[in-house]
C-alpha cells in the first residue's frame, strides 16, 4: 500500500542553526504535498506545499524540496527558534487525488 | 478568515456508552470535512469524509459513524464505545476539489475506561 515515512523519529537542533527534516513517499503518482506542524496537544497547522510541477517552494523561514525521481521531500526551517519545536509531517496525495497519506512525524527539538 | 471548531477537547467515557463529537466550520461554504485519528507515532488515520451534506465515505470499516447534517457541520458519533476507541480524533477541512490543504481543528482526546 501507499506509505509515507521520515527518516529520523528526532531530530535535535541548536538555536540559531538550521534543520533540515525529510520525508519520503512511495506513491509515484502523488502529485501534491503539504508540510504540518503540530503542537502537543493541537492539531497540525499547516506549513508550506508544493504541486509536483515544482521542485522548491519558499514560505518565511521555510524552504520545501521536491526530488520527484527518488520520491523524497524535506523541510528547511532557517534559524530554527525554540517555537519551531513541536512535530513535522508530511502528507502526499493518493492514487485518487482527492485524500492524503500521512507520515508519522519527526519531533523537532530546539536546543538554548 | 475560516476557523474550525471541535469540541469537547477531551472526554472521557465508558466502554460501552455512547459518542458525539461535534466539528463546525465558519467562515467558508460546501467545504470537504474529515474525520481523522491520531495515534501516538503514527500517521494520521483518515475515519470519514464528506463532500457535501448527507454524503459520507468511510475509509474504514470500524465501530464509529460520521454524519453531516449541515453544510459546515461534521458529527462523529458511536452507539457503544470500545476500548480501541480511545484516541486524538480530529476533524479537518479544506476547499471543495482535489489538491487542497486540509486545515484541521484542535482536536478531541478521547479516553476510554
Known amino acids: 500500500g501507499e506509505s509515507v515515512g521520515l527518516h529520523l523519529p528526532t531530530l535535535s537542533v541548536q538555536e540559531g542553526d538550521n534543520s533540515i527534516i525529510n520525508c519520503a513517499y512511495s506513491?509515484?503518482?502523488?502529485?501534491?504535498f503539504i508540510w504540518y506542524k503540530q503542537e502537543s496537544g493541537k492539531g497540525p497547522q499547516f506549513i508550506i506545499d508544493?504541486?509536483?510541477?515544482?521542485d522548491k517552494r519558499q514560505g518565511q523561514r521555510v524552504t520545501v524540496l521536491l526530488n520527484k525521481t527518488v520520491k523524497h521531500l524535506s523541510l528547511q526551517i532557517a534559524a530554527t527558534q525554540p517555537g519551531d519545536s513541536a512535530v513535522y509531517f508530511c502528507?502526499?496525495?493518493?492514487?485518487?487525488?482527492?485524500?492524503?497519506?500521512f507520515g508519522p512525524g519527526t519531533r523537532l527539538s530546539v536546543l538554548p | 478568515s475560516q476557523t474550525i471548531h471541535q469540541w469537547p477537547a477531551t472526554l472521557v467515557q465508558p466502554v460501552g456508552s455512547p459518542l458525539s463529537l461535534e466539528c463546525t466550520v465558519e467562515?467558508?461554504?460546501?467545504?470537504?470535512l474529515y474525520w481523522y485519528r491520531q495515534a501516538a507515532g503514527r500517521g494520521l488515520q483518515l475515519l470519514f469524509y464528506?463532500?457535501?451534506?448527507?454524503?459520507i465515505s468511510s475509509e474504514v470499516p470500524q465501530n464509529l459513524s460520521a454524519s453531516r447534517p449541515q453544510d459546515r457541520q461534521f458529527i462523529l458519533s458511536s452507539k457503544k464505545l470500545l476500548l480501541s476507541d480511545s484516541g486524538f480524533y480530529l476533524c479537518?477541512?479544506?476547499?471543495?476539489?482535489?489538491?487542497?490543504?486540509?486545515?484541521f481543528g484542535d482536536g478531541t482526546r478521547l479516553s476510554i475506561l
Open positions: 479537518a477541512w479544506s476547499q471543495l476539489g482535489g489538491k487542497q490543504p486540509q486545515h
Open positions: 464528506s463532500v457535501g451534506i448527507g454524503q
Open positions: 467562515g467558508t461554504s460546501n467545504p470537504n
Open positions: 508544493i504541486r509536483s510541477n515544482m
Open positions: 506513491n509515484s503518482a502523488s502529485d501534491y
Open positions: 502528507a502526499a496525495t493518493d492514487n485518487y487525488g482527492q485524500n492524503f497519506v
